[in-house]
């Protein structure tokens, strides 16, 4: 029942696989993340290749049945409200005690199971990610979780989200806030089409 097709693609899927775009007031196409804004809306798969199409091909006139026009930074403003998204669910992860942060923190949580994802800045020092990585792996590898690992943020968005200072290496922990983090970078992540993943 919750299926939707693209309208690039034609291909139906699930609504948590595809963005939903409206018509503004203004004519312009915008996304609507949260499903929620009133109006006919059309869906898109979730990945930047298939926004840019749509907008590259005026898919989307023909979709909303109005003479709308789609900004050709749609595709970026797209993976802008997705990153705010996920940086906003880090800090909310961090509140709730479900989020830790540090080199050393981020290794004892992998290695005791309670990780699990791993973070690191786009600017960690890559000896500092091959040694999380080793410890991903020894826990894979001796019958515990595939913890899955992203390189999505700078340190200064780290930073800006969580209140801290050189935020490089953050793990989420178990709980529905570090749950809601994974969804949001899994969206993230699949929009980009890239998995960032080091395993």
Known sequence: MNDRTC???RESGPAEGLIRFVAAPDGSVVPDLKRQLPGRGCWVTATRARVDEAVKKQIFKRALKEDVSASLEL?????HLLVKSALGS????RKAGQLTTGSAKVDAAIRSGEATLVLHATDAAADGVRKLAQA?????????????SHTLFTTAQMDLALG???????????????ENLKKRIAALTQFRGDSAMEL
């Open 7 to 9: 309208i690039v693609t």
């Open 75 to 79: 595709g970026a403003l797209v993976d």
């Open 90 to 93: 880090l800090a909310l992860s």
């Open 136 to 148: 991903r792996k020894a826990v894979a590898s001796s019958g515990g979780p595939v913890i899955p």
């Open 164 to 178: 801290g200072v050189n935020v490089i290496h953050a793990a989420a922990l178990a709980g529905s806030a570090g």
